[in-house]
């Protein structure tokens, strides 16, 4: 017969089991959302790409239309990031989200608003804001890889 602890285990592996196929259906929602998300985004690149060099015939290297393509194609790398982070979830090679790849999607969001940072109508006080969120996710970075080298 079994015993009390050996039932136990048993019925902590069934939950631990049915959470684990929860995550993972909830990580493939995520992974579609995100999906139509990429879909949408990569459309709008495609069309700013258009309208702006092709019929407007816009320098390239201008500040404004530098800022808006780069801005949307890294937004498209954040959006791939998510993505096969999540995927790490839905085929069951992790179970969570690890803590250095969120990090390193801050550090490129951070990276993208400085690129569409509009520098004529932003104050000092917000650069040095995200100059110090820059730094903390960078030494955040650093510990979390100098951790997981040990």
Same mark, same amino acid.
């Not at 998300?37 to 700013?48: D, K, M, Q, T």
């Not at 530098?66 to 992790?94: D, K, M, N, P, W």
């Not at 990090?103 to 917000?126: C, P, W, Y």
């Given at each position: ?13 069934? =939950? ?9 259906? =909830? ?6 959302? =995100? ?26 290297? $201008? ?54 940072? $509009? ?23 650093? =510990? ?7």
């Amino acid at each position: 017969m079994d015993s009390p602890e050996e039932k136990t285990s048993i019925t902590d592996k069934a =939950i631990h089991n049915y959470y684990r196929k929860f995550e993972s259906l =909830i990580a493939l929602i995520l992974t579609f959302i =995100i999906v139509v998300i990429v879909i949408v985004a990569i459309s709008r690149l495609g069309y700013s790409v258009y309208n702006m060099l092709l019929v407007g015939m816009q320098d390239p290297l $201008d500040h404004k239309v530098f800022q808006t393509i780069f801005g949307e194609i890294i937004t498209l790398l954040i959006a791939l990031e998510f993505s096969h982070t999540l995927q790490y979830v839905v085929t069951r090679q992790q179970s969570i989200i690890q803590t250095k790849v969120v990090v390193l999607i801050a550090i490129l969001a951070l990276s993208r608003k400085f690129i569409i940072l $509009d520098l004529d109508k932003v104050n000092a006080g917000e650069i040095l804001g995200l100059s110090t969120a820059t730094l903390a996710l960078g030494l955040t970075y650093l =510990i979390l890889k100098l951790k997981n080298s040990n």
